[in-house]
């Protein structure tokens, strides 16, 4: 890989920002922030930390991972084109770069419980993979499902009758999993290492950036969707996540497919928040109180093949039939 000075990144930050001021601690360059734009052109607030691109304005309180949403957004196609090839982190994604601090201590390793066995080819004698087996057999999820996405299961207190979901990153590295009880009353429903999940872009090892995306909401929806599914791990899109930033960096085509009860509230806001920096998005009609997760992965796939195009009429639209529906309600 060539090597890439300071000095090589901060011209590239003052080809797209304008002219900027390296901070006192040597870590920082201060450049004009795009988002808040103040008046005066002197005013340095958006703090770019050189080492591995998290940027933060002072004034408005803007966040990202990198800098790629910023120069989607204010920059061109070929600054977006430059930072992906040669400055943004190229691996595990905003968290490293070629000139990573060496003070700061590297986060430590996710790992499996240390008892982890695939579902697959447990031992049937056991009644909870029986009960775990049966579970999945009745959200219809078989073993071509099991093998694929290695479900396992563990019987550690806080992970038992729990079906393990692993995540892979790009490299093939375990960087996430999730647990799903099946017993109907156990709470949490879902439970996940406590680790940060804003970096985590859930088994990125099996995406294409260059087709389009669907998004859907859990690790069981996952398992009826295309292939080329990433799931929220939630209902949110964050902007400073780093499945949002490799969404904008790539301009990857998105197909929403968010629960039914989404589709007035989060739904339009994260294809508004897509469109802002100009990724085509198009929005499943999942049927009436439904989830990919409870669908066939057949229907799932009719779904997304036939999702339209956003468009603002329509998402308005919809907002006035909400309206008019919960007013006729009452
Ligand atoms: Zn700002």
Redesign the pocket.
């Known amino acids: 890989m060539a090597l890439i000075t300071i000095s090589d990144k901060v011209r590239f930050i003052e080809s797209v920002f304008g002219s900027g001021k390296l901070a006192r601690n040597g870590k920082n360059f201060d450049v004009r922030?795009?988002?808040?734009?103040?008046k005066d052109h002197s005013k340095k607030?958006?703090a770019i930390l050189i080492e591995d691109d998290r940027c933060h304005?002072?004034?408005?309180?803007?966040k990202a991972h990198t800098l790629a949403p910023l120069i989607r957004k204010y920059g061109n196609r070929e600054k977006l084109a430059e930072y992906v090839d040669k400055y943004m982190p190229a691996t595990e994604r905003n968290r490293r770069c070629l000139w990573i601090d060496a003070d700061e201590p590297e986060p430590p390793k996710l790992e499996l419980p240390k008892d982890f066995k695939l579902l697959v080819t447990a031992s049937l004698r056991d009644p909870d993979v029986l009960a775990m087996r049966k579970y999945l057999g009745q959200r219809g999820i078989g073993e071509r499902e099991m093998w694929y996405f290695k479900l396992g299961f563990s019987d550690e207190m806080r992970w038992k009758r729990r079906v393990l979901v692993p995540s892979f990153d790009a490299n093939g590295e375990l960087n996430y999993f999730v647990g799903r009880a099946i017993d109907k009353f156990r709470r949490p429903k879902y439970d996940n290492p406590d680790n940060d999940k804003l970096p985590i872009i859930f088994n990125e090892l099996n995406v294409d950036w260059t087709q389009e995306l669907v998004l859907c909401e859990g690790a069981f929806d996952l398992m009826k969707c295309p292939d080329n599914t990433v799931p929220l791990l939630g209902s949110d899109l964050n902007e400073q996540s780093a499945l949002f930033n490799a969404i904008i960096a790539h301009g990857t085509p998105i197909v929403l497919a968010l629960d039914d009860d989404m589709r007035y509230k989060k739904t339009p806001k994260i294809a508004q928040k897509l469109a802002e920096y100009d990724v085509a998005v198009r929005i499943t009609r999942m049927p009436e109180d439904a989830d990919p997760g409870l669908l066939s992965r057949t229907h799932v796939k009719q779904l997304v093949a036939d999702a339209p195009t956003l468009s603002w009429l329509d998402t308005f639209r919809d907002k006035l039939d909400f309206k008019s529906r919960t007013r006729l309600s009452r």
């Open positions: 922030c795009p988002v808040c734009a103040p607030k958006l304005c002072w004034t408005c309180g803007y």
